[in-house]
C-alpha cells in the first residue's frame, strides 16, 4: 500500500496518486466522444434527412435519453460496479452508433422515426464516465483538500473537451463527410472506456452492498450520509438546484451573445470568441478554487459562486462593444467552474457508497436539464427584448439560484457537516 502527502497538495500531487494518470487520461479520451458526437449526429441527419427541423428533433431524442437517463445508468454502475456496466453500455452505445452511421449514408434511404428510434436508443446508453471518474477521485483522494484540487482539474479538463470537440468536428467535415465524426467519437469512446475499466483505480470499485449506509471506513461512519434508492435526489437538491440554475443561466447566455454579435455585425466568427472568453474564465476560476484552502465549508460556498455569475451577467449587459462583452463573460466565467466544482463535493460527501456515482450524475442531470430548458427559454427572450434585459434576465436567473441554495442551506435538510476524510483506500499496485 502506498499513502500520497497530502500536507499543501498541489494539482501535481493529485495526478502523482498512484493510477490517477492513466485512469483520468483515459476517462478524458471517453469523454471527448461527449463533444464529438452531438454535432456530427446532427450534421449527418441534416445531411441525410434534408431537413433541420427532422435533425432538431433527433437530436432532441438523443439529449433527452441521454441526459435524463443518466441517474439510471449511474444507479447501475453503484449497483453492479464500473467493469460489469460500463463494457456492456458502451457496446450497445457503439452499436447503435455504427447503425446510425450506416442509415444516414444515403440521403432520403430512411425514415425520420426510425433515425428517431436509434439515435434515442443509443442516448439511454451513454456511458457516464464523468460521474464515475468523480466516483474515483473520492476513492483515490486522502483528503478534502486533495479532493478539491482533484475536481477542479476534472471539471477545467471537461469544459476543454466541450470546447474542442465542435472545433475537431468542424475541421473533420472540412474534408470529410460527418459520419466521420460520429466514427471518431465512437473509437474514442471505446478507447476511453477500454482503458478507463481496466484501470486498477477502478477495478478496486466494488458494488456497494445496499442499505449498509458505509464509507468504506474512509470518512466516520456515514453520519449524515444520504441513502441510496429514493431518497438520493433529496438528499442532493441543494447541488442539484445549484447546478440547474448554472445550467439555465449558461442555456441563455449562449444565444444572448449571438444574438449580440449579429445585431451589432461584428461577423460570424465573433461569437465564438466571445464564448471562448467566458470558457477561459471558467477554466481559470476553476484552477484558483482547486488552488484555495478554502474556510467557508461548500455549502456556504455554493450560492456565493451562483451570485458572483449573476452579478457578472448583469454587468455584461451593460457591454458597449464585443471587447468589454468578452471581458464581462470572463469574470462571469471566472465562478462558473468553481459553483459546479463545488455541487459535486457537496453531493459526493452526502452520498452513501452504494449511491456516489448516482449523486454525481444527478448534478451532472441537473446542468444539462438546465441548459436545455435555458436554450429554450432563450429564443422567446431575444425575439422579444433588447439583448442587455436578455443579459439582466439571465443574471437575475442566477441570483436566484443562488438565493434558492441559501435557502436550502440554512432550511436543515441538506447533509451535515462531515468528519475530514481519513486515510485513502488502497488501490492495488500496478
Known sequence: MSSTPVGRPSYAAVLRIPHARRTFAAALLGRLSYGIVPLSVMLAVNRASGSYTVAGTVMALFGATSVFLSPARAALIDRHGPRRTLVPMVTAYAALLVLLTLLVRRPGAVSPLVLGAVTA????????????????????????????????????????????????????????????????????????????????????????????????????????????????????????????????????????????VEQRHYGEGAAAWALAALAAGSAVGGLVNGAVHWRVPAPGRLPLAAAGLGVALLGAGFAPGLGTLAVALAVAGLFVSPALTTAYLIADDAAAPQARVRAGAWVNTGVNAGSTVGAAVAGPLVGGLP????????????????????????????????????????????
Open 121 to 260: 436508443a443509443a442516448g439511454a446508453c451513454t456511458p457516464p464516465l464523468g460521474p464515475t471518474m468523480r466516483a474515483v477521485w473520492g476513492r483515490l483522494a486522502p483528503d478534502r483538500a486533495l479532493l478539491q484540487r482533484a475536481y477542479s482539474l476534472d471539471g477545467v479538463a471537461e469544459e476543454l473537451l466541450f470546447v474542442s470537440g465542435p472545433l475537431l468536428v468542424g475541421i473533420l467535415t472540412a474534408f470529410a463527410p460527418p459520419t466521420a465524426g460520429i466514427a471518431l467519437g465512437t473509437f474514442l469512446i471505446v478507447a476511453g472506456t477500454a482503458g478507463f475499466t481496466t484501470s486498477p483505480a477502478v477495478g478496486a470499485m466494488r458494488p456497494a452492498e445496499a442499505g449498509t449506509g458505509r464509507r468504506g471506513g474512509r470518512r466516520g461512519g456515514g453520519v449524515g450520509r444520504v441513502p441510496g434508492g429514493r431518497g438520493v435526489l433529496w438528499g442532493i437538491l441543494q447541488p442539484v438546484v445549484a447546478a440547474g440554475g448554472v445550467g439555465l443561466t449558461l442555456g441563455v447566455v449562449d444565444l444572448v451573445v449571438v444574438a449580440f
Open 387 to 430: 439583448t442587455a434585459l436578455c443579459f439582466a434576465a439571465a443574471g437575475t436567473a442566477a441570483l436566484l439560484t443562488a438565493l434558492a441554495t441559501v435557502r436550502r442551506s440554512r432550511g436543515g435538510s441538506t447533509p451535515r457537516a462531515v468528519p475530514e476524510r481519513g486515510d485513502a483506500e488502497s488501490v492495488p499496485a500496478a
